[in-house]
């Protein structure tokens, strides 16, 4: 039984490392023997395929995915107790349809071939229903836990006697599903749109996460209109994740928990600590520093509130600074990752909008230059007014000798960066690259990494890649529905009435993102609303390099205000304070970001300048 329940571990696990293998093995063949490989690629898709779904499968079991629950929280307990039972009956649901799309792709998908491969295409749909069985196991186990903590009114026993029943008759007796054809009953008419839009933020509000949601509003959408669309609609849910870019955001996120793991974070901070620790306000340049040089490892935000977090608010600390402003700059800094390359933010933006990766790495350069910037100028004035003492300056050997520890460390940017820019490697090359090159420094060179935490930080990376991965399939569903009812047209109607110009356009953009961003998490609110406000962008003439961008900034401020501010919770475990500390500390912060923001709205040249100055 132990060895059941680490079922979708050993496999992602073992898949990812698979992957990781061809993968090096592929650019290993381009780059030095200048052969490349025919089946490398499409293979590598396959498998991240499953090992996406495996993903999601862990996040089911480990509560992962997110959700919006500030309104939950206001209920009383008795109420909480009727909706988190709902919401798991709702979850269950959305399994089942997984399974119900998944066999029914599987058995009426054309016999097309991966021709580099020689297999048909169907093993890749097989994947849905086949681990949808396993996310169904791991429902169940999740479904125990959240009754033990008294959180759900059915039995254990109830609930897999319900389960084992559905799941029977989704396999057996699918023509059975055929009452959830609400349009036989009822007709809504063009209002059906309205319909399924209120459902889905209802049922997102109450705390459904945010994937499972778009889910069932999909499912309601096609429910009230033609059902049998929704059968070449459910392609979507497995082919969304055939993407060969997709496949650097596990890679990137590996290489940030190995820094993380193998005590390169430390390094990199000890060496900015050195260089930057003795000016007025010194640690919190060092806290900015050091979360400028990690996120060009990482590209990702949370990566950094959480790795190394807990190294500068302790540093922070032990050199008499307040506890506001150790979890406020903390939180701050941390949003330069998803602004200089690599950002994982940039690779979702640029496969959602269809845009150069490469590009939107360079465009956020300047941007993120100026975040760094404004973030070390409000601290300096911060700490010149707390009257906080210096620290005490690093001589020429200590300053050399973090140097040396960290210098293996400082070339991974470096490497990333050059190799993408100089044309050596795409952008998912670059993140294996970057994942290969922490492996070697942890193991050989800090010698800190072994076989067994290496496996444990893939599976690691496979879990967080399992919640960006069930937003990817339900938001591409999800997309059916914009394309149909034309809703981003509508919204640029809107726009265009009430703006006579771009940079009109662009205020109303930004405070429409500034006002969900307080309330969804940065991720889903990039796959939400993204999709929509594109074709706005474009409508107006908006580059869609500086408008990936200004978004991403935009939504980096979002992760910093409450109530769905993911950077102050992260960073108040990580440092051990309260939430409400993290943010009183951080509003002060929040001015310099937004007028960042502001100058790169106004003067849209300082993001496109390097990516037409080198890419043309």
Known sequence: MKIFNKLEEWLAGSLFMLMFAILIVQIFSRQI?????TWSEELARLIFVYVGMLGVSLGIRNRQHIYIDFLYDKFPPKMKKIVSTFLQIAILGCLLFFLYFGYDLFLKKEEIQIVSLGISLKWMYLSLPLITILMLIRFYQAYIDSYNEGKVSFKPVVMLAIIIILVIITI?????????????????GDSVIYYALTGWLIIMFLGMPVGWSLLIATILYFALTRWKVAYFAADKLVYSLDSFSLLSVPFFILTGILMNGSG?????FNFAKAMLGHYTGGMGHVNVAASLIFSGMSGSAIADAGGLGQLEIKAMKDEGYEDDICGGLTAASCIIGPLVPPSISMIIYGVIANESIARLFLGGFIPGFLTTVALMTMNYF?????GYKRAKKATSSERWKAFKESFW????????????????????EAAVIAALYSTFLGAFIYKELTLKSLFQHCIEAVAISGVTCLMIMTVTFFGDIIAREQIAMRIAEIFIKFANSQITVLIMINLLLLFLG???????????????????????????????????LNMMIGILTPPMGMALFVVAQVGKMSVSTVTKGVIPFLLPIFITLVIITIFPELVTFLPNLIMG
């Open 33 to 37: 023997l200048g052969s490349p490989l």
């Open 172 to 188: 057996f007796k699918p023509d059975l599903l055929k009452i959830f054809r609400l349009s036989n009953y009822i007709s809504v």
């Open 409 to 428: 460390a400082l070339l991974t940017p470096l490497l990333i960066i050059g190799g993408i820019f100089s044309g050596l490697f795409t952008p998912t």
């Open 264 to 268: 390169i974070t430390e390094r990199i």
């Open 382 to 386: 911060i700490c010149k007014k707390r």
């Open 518 to 552: 307080m309330f969804i998490d940065a991720l889903a609110l990039q796959f939400l609303v993204l999709p929509m406000l594109i074709p706005v962008a474009q409508q107006v003439g908006i580059d869609l390099v500086f408008f990936g961008v200004m978004s991403t």
